[in-house]
T-cell receptor
Framework: GDSVTQTEGPVTVSESESLIINCTYSATSIAYPNLFWYVRYPGEGLQLLLKVITAGQKGSSRGFEATYNKETTSFHLQKASVQESDSAVYYCALGDANTGYQNFYFGKGTSLTVIP | EAAVTQSPRNKVAVTGGKVTLSCNQTNNHNNMYWYRQDTGHGLRLIHYSYGAGSTEKGDIPDGYKASRPSQENFSLILELATPSQTSVYFC???????????FGPGTRLTVL
């Protein structure tokens, strides 16, 4: 089926260290997958962090980046130097635009704490 | 600025009672969604809507109804609430051009 698997949390990183949150997907019934990273800060709803709708391309935002790799079915989130303000829950999501309503499949979320 | 709001933000209900969760969007998006999130699960789609007057079943619709009386408003209704419906509920609107979804802040529902 269609699904997303991401790094199990919680993840704790010291400020200025690098970060990678792994995301792999299965898109058996989706011809043209779209991939997203959403972030949820405490007390807020999910916000789009970045998206990539074409395989082989990279998305970036706020110092984060992720490359849509069709061969390895991966969309790992990386940041070279994290800040305390990056502490949040990160969700990888797989989208299916061809359904008309854009059905999303979400990973379980990875809770990130950045220690100052 | 585009926004999705939800009410109430927190709700405690009794088993067998009726619960209505409300969502309002100012994005003018046709598509709207209701998800729930539980520990150990990603967001799971309950119901969605293509526009005013339409409601469709998502992946886990049992025990829930939805209502879309207007472009802006989308409600989730639990006619007979059960403890298994204790969860955090998120509403979202979707932009069909950019494939992005915009989420509300969530409603924490506890059914005792």
């Amino acid at each position: 089926g269609d699904s997303v698997t991401q790094t199990e949390g919680p993840v704790t990183v010291s400020e200025s260290e690098s970060l990678i949150i792994n995301c792999t997907y299965s898109a058996t019934s989706i011809a043209y997958p779209n991939l997203f990273w959403y972030v949820r800060y405490p007390g807020e709803g999910l916000q789009l962090l970045l998206k990539v709708i074409t395989a082989g391309q990279k998305g970036s935002s706020r110092g984060f980046e992720a490359t849509y790799n069709k061969e390895t079915t991966s969309f790992h989130l990386q940041k070279a130097s994290v800040q305390e303000s990056d502490s949040a829950v990160y969700y990888c999501a797989l989208g299916d635009a061809n359904t008309g309503y854009q059905n999303f499949y979400f990973g379980k979320g990875t809770s990130l704490t950045v220690i100052p | 600025e585009a926004a999705v709001t939800q009410s109430p933000r927190n709700k405690v209900a009794v088993t067998g009672g009726k619960v209505t969760l409300s969502c309002n969007q100012t994005n003018n998006h046709n598509n709207m969604y209701w998800y729930r999130q539980d520990t150990g699960h990603g967001l799971r789609l309950i119901h969605y809507s293509y526009g005013a007057g339409s409601t469709e079943k998502g992946d886990i619709p049992d025990g829930y109804k939805a209502s879309r009386p207007s472009q802006e408003n989308f409600s989730l209704i639990l006619e007979l609430a059960t403890p298994s419906q204790t969860s955090v509920y998120f509403c979202a609107s979707g932009d069909a051009r950019t494939y992005e979804q915009y989420f509300g802040p969530g409603t924490r529902l506890t059914v005792l």
